[in-house]
């Protein structure tokens, strides 16, 4: 009797398989078409008034599956800026939801590749999804200018293709690109934007030999948040972070570096372990982003920028090191996708995870 009944349960599953692979294609057509109507429908990302922090990219020019190049989204009432737009950026804030033509600008801490190599599809996704009319506003310090200019030569000839393709209602040709708005720091922090609230400060930070680069202060409604950008432990992050709730610092452990970097010496892989060593000296390791989030006093510190790639949660332990130690606080390792909110008139930093 049992195997009979045995008998009766393959045979229903091979008769199952083979209905599934004779209808796979109207299957597969029917769910992929209910999945994009459900993803239309939910609308995006909902926040309410309050200053946010969006992480779209926690990684480095080391190659990570896990995470896009540095990216940040800063959200204050109806205001929103992107903070560095680091390669696969774009692509995880349209999985998030955020609404890419609702950007007032892109700030940009400084102008090495691995934080501007997502600018071409952001800008896109600004032109083509909100038939944009005037270029994405591209912000930073004295040389943003040529950023702007080389990224608007290069995809000239796509946007020819785009309008020809789209036409001008959905995609105008004055839409199309960036537009760069330079202020100019040397040792003092500037005021970037004073507007509805919000106030931005952009202020210099120690990453040597790469200069200009800055990191930047967000204050809205009582509540800060600052973006370290890249740098060594800098007392200008220390005194622009005072008193903020909220520091997103780079970070690189100096120990899962060195294995790295021996790792590539006995593959015989000189050139990259050279790099791997000169970039010790210019990024803060997870133990001195906690120093100064200590010196500043912040309720949260978050880390981004990570260095090594981070295989996963298990290893947060090893990259954090001794911060701990040095920082009594709340320390995150960052994640794309994660959400912080700082809600006006509390104390409070909630987060949340939307990838």
């Given at each position: 009797?049992?195997?009979?009944?045995?008998?009766?349960?393959?045979?229903?599953?091979?008769?199952?398989?083979?209905?599934?692979?004779?209808?796979?294609?109207?299957?597969?057509?029917?769910?992929?078409?209910?999945g994009a109507a459900m993803r239309v429908a939910d609308g995006g990302l909902r926040l309410d008034d309050g200053l946010h922090l969006i992480l779209c990219g926690t990684g480095s020019p080391l190659p990570?599956?896990?995470?896009?190049?540095?990216?940040?989204?800063?959200?204050?009432?109806?205001?929103?800026?992107?903070?560095?737009?680091?390669?696969?950026?774009?692509?995880?804030?349209?999985?998030?939801?955020?609404?890419?033509?609702?950007?007032?600008?892109?700030?940009?801490?400084?102008?090495?590749?691995?934080?501007?190599?997502?600018?071409?599809?952001?800008?896109?996704?600004?032109?083509?999804?909100?038939?944009?009319?005037?270029?994405?506003?591209?912000?930073?310090?004295?040389?943003?200018?040529?950023?702007?200019?080389?990224?608007?030569?290069?995809?000239?000839?796509?946007?020819?293709?785009?309008?020809?393709?789209?036409?001008?209602?959905?995609?105008?040709?004055?839409?199309?690109?960036?537009?760069?708005?330079?202020?100019?720091?040397?040792?003092?922090?500037?005021?970037?934007?004073?507007?509805?609230?919000?106030?931005?400060?952009?202020?210099?930070?120690?990453?040597?030999?790469?200069?200009?680069?800055?990191?930047?202060?967000?204050?809205?409604?009582?509540?800060?948040?600052?973006?370290?950008?890249?740098?060594?432990?800098?007392?200008?992050?220390?005194?622009?972070?005072?008193?903020?709730?909220?520091?997103?610092?780079?970070?690189?452990?100096?120990?899962?570096?060195?294995?790295?970097?021996?790792?590539?010496?006995?593959?015989?892989?000189?050139?990259?372990?050279?790099?791997?060593?000169?970039?010790?000296?210019?990024?803060?390791?997870?133990?001195?982003?906690?120093?100064?989030?200590?010196?500043?006093?912040?309720?949260?510190?978050?880390?981004?920028?990570?260095?090594?790639?981070?295989?996963?949660?298990?290893?947060?332990?090893?990259?954090?090191?001794?911060?701990?130690?040095?920082?009594?606080?709340?320390?995150?390792?960052?994640?794309?996708?994660?959400?912080?909110?700082?809600?006006?008139?509390?104390?409070?930093?909630?987060?949340?995870?939307?990838?």
């Amino acid at each position: 009797m049992k195997r009979k009944l045995l008998m009766a349960v393959a045979a229903l599953l091979v008769v199952a398989v083979a209905a599934v692979m004779l209808f796979q294609r109207q299957a597969g057509e029917r769910l992929f078409a209910r999945g994009a109507a459900m993803r239309v429908a939910d609308g995006g990302l909902r926040l309410d008034d309050g200053l946010h922090l969006i992480l779209c990219g926690t990684g480095s020019p080391l190659p990570n599956p896990a995470r896009a190049g540095p990216c940040n989204v800063v959200i204050a009432g109806d205001q929103a800026f992107v903070v560095d737009i680091g390669e696969g950026g774009a692509r995880n804030l349209n999985l998030i939801g955020f609404a890419i033509p609702s950007l007032d600008g892109v700030l940009l801490t400084h102008f090495h590749s691995d934080h501007i190599d997502g600018l071409g599809p952001l800008a896109l996704f600004y032109w083509t999804q909100g038939s944009a009319t005037a270029p994405l506003p591209l912000i930073g310090p004295q040389g943003v200018e040529s950023v702007a200019e080389g990224f608007n030569a290069a995809y000239r000839i796509d946007h020819g293709y785009r309008v020809a393709h789209h036409g001008p209602d959905i995609v105008p040709p004055s839409g199309g690109g960036v537009s760069a708005q330079p202020f100019t720091i040397d040792a003092a922090p500037v005021l970037v934007l004073e507007r509805g609230g919000l106030r931005i400060t952009a202020f210099p930070v120690d990453h040597d030999p790469v200069k200009p680069a800055v990191g930047y202060r967000f204050d809205y409604k009582g509540r800060s948040l600052v973006i370290s950008g890249d740098t060594a432990r800098s007392p200008s992050v220390e005194r622009a972070a005072k008193g903020a709730d909220l520091l997103v610092h780079d970070a690189l452990q100096p120990r899962l570096v060195a294995g790295l970097t021996d790792a590539l010496e006995q593959a015989g892989q000189a050139n990259t372990a050279k790099i791997t060593r000169d970039i010790l000296d210019y990024h803060a390791s997870p133990e001195d982003a906690a120093r100064s989030a200590k010196v500043a006093g912040v309720r949260q510190l978050v880390l981004t920028h990570l260095v090594p790639p981070i295989p996963n949660a298990f290893f947060y332990p090893a990259f954090l090191g001794d911060a701990g130690k040095h920082f009594g606080g709340p320390i995150t390792v960052g994640e794309d996708g994660m959400v912080f909110s700082l809600a006006p008139g509390s104390e409070t930093i909630t987060r949340d995870k939307r990838l």
